[in-house]
């Protein structure tokens, strides 16, 4: 029988990058490859010649020769909503890390600063300032995001920010994955007792009801949420329907992590200062780490994550731009260049962690983060000549043509099919 024809073909790519599960050297390169699609689904990958069948007088024939295709990025740990800017206090932490003397010169810093400029914003605004950065992260190449609240620390507020993150999904072409963070912190005019008695009782049923997010995450850290208190809020968040995630590791080790391998947790980020037998654990439960190269850069850490041993331990990792007021970064490419340059990652790692890791952290890998037949058509066709080029071409964005769910919505260097 006749294979139906495509609706779409990627012709004659100087290289493709499968990015499954099982890929060989982490990306399953394949030179001078095609890829088909049909119904907004890859319907076959392979060499020229065996996709050439595929193609009939209606397909529209996409010539990639000189061009490298891709998996659309999966940026996995965003904040990309909120209100406001705090460029004065990233200028001004370039002079000084000194907390006391930048207190006493004025400059506006800290959660608390995004806090107020988030909930002072009308809904309108707050959408269309998070929807611009989301328009960059788009032209750069991502097709899926994940996007959490955590900048109002109350019902209201918190609740707003996961209806942006809908609105974000059904008007732009971009796949959202939304996540609950009422435990970014808690509100400045309550304790902590009492801010997570409200969580527990009012915000996370709440969130829950409302089928707005799908996980629910937590910050662990030092002078934050302790191991025991996110194992309280995360299994409260199980409850209502929400999945865990947990930021760990970030500026200390306090066991968020092990809990991240108990509760089998989506995914930990971070994982600065995570000790080897705990990357051992969350491998060994099927946990996907997440690394934020951009964070360390923009906050110029003092431990800087180190891939290897995530690596030795066999992690699947995801990686992510970690958007937000103190890491203003929409590029995944950029985030790439990171984690290769500053890192020590491989680039062909670095490619897999920003597709199918990320797709991982997800729980999404069945549907996206690859080039397989069956999967969802999020595909990038990228104006280099290698996938090395992406590391090495440091701010420039690759992107030529981005096609999800089987269309083209990125040509030219504009995002098409907004709504
Ligand atoms: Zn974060």
């Known amino acids: 029988m006749k294979k139906k024809a495509a609706d779409i073909v990627i012709e004659n790519a100087a290289q493709i990058l499968t990015c499954e599960k099982d890929a060989a050297d982490h990306i399953g390169l394949i030179k001078n490859g095609s890829v088909a699609i049909g119904e907004g689904k890859i319907t076959a990958v392979g060499s020229r010649s065996e996709i050439a069948p595929l193609i009939d007088a209606a397909t529209r024939v996409i010539d990639a020769s000189g061009k490298v295709v891709t998996p659309g990025f999966v940026d996995c740990h965003t904040h990309v909503v909120f209100g406001g800017t705090r460029?004065?206090?990233?200028?001004?932490?370039?002079?000084?890390?000194?907390?006391?003397?930048?207190?006493?010169?004025?400059?506006?810093?800290?959660?608390?600063?995004?806090?107020?400029?988030?909930?002072?914003?009308?809904?309108?605004?707050?959408?269309?300032?998070?929807?611009?950065?989301?328009?960059r992260m788009i032209l750069s190449g991502t097709t899926t995001i994940e996007s959490k609240s955590g900048y109002s620390l109350n019902t209201e507020g918190e609740m707003r920010q996961l209806k942006i993150n809908r609105i974000l999904a059904e008007k732009l072409p971009v796949d959202i994955s939304s996540t609950f963070l009422g435990a970014h912190g808690w509100a400045p005019d309550m304790t902590k007792e009492a801010y997570m008695d409200m969580l527990i009782k009012e915000m996370i049923p709440e969130a829950g009801r409302s089928g707005l997010a799908e996980a629910c995450d937590i910050w662990c850290d030092s002078g934050h949420y302790e191991k025991e208190e996110c194992r309280k809020i995360l299994e409260a968040g199980?409850?209502?329907?929400?999945?865990?995630?947990?930021?760990?590791?970030?500026?200390?080790?306090?066991?968020?992590?092990?809990?991240?391998?108990?509760?089998?947790?989506?995914?930990?980020?971070?994982?600065?200062y995570t000790p080897i037998s705990a990357l051992e654990k969350l491998a060994e439960s099927g946990v996907t780490g997440v690394v934020l190269p951009g964070i360390d850069f923009a906050v110029n850490h003092p431990l800087f994550f180190n891939p290897r041993p995530m690596f030795e331990a066999g992690l699947e990792l995801g990686m992510a731009t970690n958007c937000c007021p103190g890491c203003w970064c929409t590029s995944m490419p950029f985030i790439i260049s990171l984690a290769c340059r500053q890192h020590g990652m491989p680039p062909a790692r670095a490619l897999r962690a920003a597709t199918y890791g990320g797709a991982c952290a997800l729980k999404r890998e069945d549907r996206i983060g690859s080039i397989e037949a069956g999967k969802q058509a999020d595909i990038l066709i990228l104006d280099i000549p290698t996938y090395e080029d992406i590391a090495y071409r440091l701010g420039e964005n690759p992107v030529d043509t981005v096609i999800r769910h089987g269309k083209i919505s990125v040509q030219n260097g504009a995002v098409i099919q907004e709504i």
Request: proline share 4%; with cysteine; glycine share 8%.
């Open 87 to 135: 460029v004065e206090e990233y200028c001004a932490r370039l002079e000084t890390d000194d907390l006391d003397e930048l207190k006493r010169r004025g400059v506006p810093m800290g959660i608390m600063v995004t806090l107020s400029a988030t909930r002072d914003l009308p809904m309108e605004e707050l959408y269309e300032q998070s929807a611009e950065r989301v328009r």
């Open 238 to 272: 199980r409850e209502h329907g929400m999945e865990p995630k947990i930021h760990a590791g970030a500026y200390s080790y306090v066991g968020g992590e092990d809990l991240a391998a108990e509760m089998k947790m989506y995914s930990a980020d971070h994982l600065n």
